[in-house]
């Protein structure tokens, strides 16, 4: 599995913006994959960060668009079935969500929380151009961390 991981890497390290788009469209899903590595490779290799900052949050943006569907599809057996996500989680996301409304958005691009938090904005019927700006908003501040921390290296 693992060589199955760098081969995916390094193939999409070597199609640029469009290999950083994909692998943020995966890192953005419920995929457990680290778009901030293909980023990292490819300022390294001297790609534009600017081009990078956007392939990357436009990708991990749409990643999460699925995410929102599932939730709005409000189907809680197949996210147990398919995703492992347990009702008590759901349960706990929404909560937490609940009366934050679609700003709540920003905080998606956070590992494994922001997949929960996409599926319960969408659960919850929360605005979808909001949502959509409010995780875009978090994910372009994400990667200008990585931006910047790739920098210092």
């Given at each position: 599995?693992?060589?199955?991981?760098?081969?995916?890497?390094?193939l999409l390290t070597q199609w640029g913006y469009f290999g950083?788009?994909?692998a943020s469209l995966l890192a953005g899903s419920v995929v457990p994959f680290?778009?901030?590595?293909?980023?990292?490779?490819?300022l390294k290799l001297g790609?534009?960060?600017?081009?990078?900052?956007?392939?990357?949050?436009?990708?991990?943006?749409?990643?999460?668009?699925?995410c929102y569907w599932m939730g709005r599809l409000g189907r809680t057996d197949w996210l147990e079935r398919?995703?492992?996500?347990?009702?008590k989680q759901i349960e706990r996301v929404h909560t937490f969500v609940q009366g934050r409304g679609?700003?709540?958005?920003f905080f998606a691009f956070l590992p494994t929380l922001g997949s929960a938090i996409s599926i319960a904005l969408g659960y919850m019927r929360s605005n979808l151009l909001l949502t959509?700006?409010?995780?875009l908003t978090g994910k372009v501040l994400r990667?200008?961390?990585?931006?910047?921390?790739?920098n210092q290296c």
């Open positions: 599995m693992d060589t199955w991981i760098d081969t995916l890497y390094q950083l788009l994909i680290s778009s901030e590595l293909v980023l990292f490779a490819l790609l534009n960060p600017m081009g990078c900052l956007v392939a990357a949050s436009i990708g991990n943006t749409a990643g999460s668009r699925p398919y995703f492992h996500i347990q009702p679609a700003w709540m958005g959509t700006l409010a995780m990667y200008l961390v990585v931006l910047w921390l790739a």
